[in-house]
């Protein structure tokens, strides 16, 4: 069955319930936001988009830029891209200051909020296969391990697991790791 056009409220729930153990907010990105996003890009990638990249992204129908933030800097941010019935999560980045905070969870339970009311139900990304913490974090998140793209990284060279996401309107719970 088609994904409901309204997300459950268990994952409105949960998503407020992310934001507000961070202290911060997930909202919309702006032109302000990008100098914050290039410094935490640059700092986690070894081959960061260019602010010019993110600038592209802002006014168009099919992207979507999500920022948090905490006493009013950005922290986090998270892109979607958008097509018929799915997504890609095509970047997520949270300063290495604020890490393991919530932060990462509260951008993808707004990104999956998001998603649900657009109808779409099905998120995907793209994640370095050494990316532990990463990969745990979307796993305890909900998505499953799809399939893996051979040398997808350069700098190094490495292969990118792909994982999934089905937007049925259910989230794990918080601190499961199902």
Known sequence: SPPPRHPPPSLV?????CVKDTGGVVREGVGSDLPAIAEI????????????????????????LLVASDGGSVVGYL???????????????VSTGSRKRGIGKALLAAASEILLDK????????????????????????????GTHRAYYQDPSEDARVLALELSGSTPSRGSSS
């Open 13 to 17: 729930s949960w998503a407020r319930i």
């Open 79 to 93: 892109v979607l891209l958008t097509g018929p019935g799915e997504a890609e999560l095509a970047n997520l980045a």
């Open 41 to 64: 890009e640059a700092a986690t990638f070894s081959r960061p988009w260019s602010r010019a990249t993110f600038t592209g992204l802002l006014g168009r129908s099919e992207a979507q």
């Open 119 to 146: 109808g779409i139900g099905c998120l995907y990304l793209a994640v370095r296969a050494s990316n532990e913490k990463a990969i745990r974090l979307y796993e305890r998140f909900g998505f499953s391990d799809v």
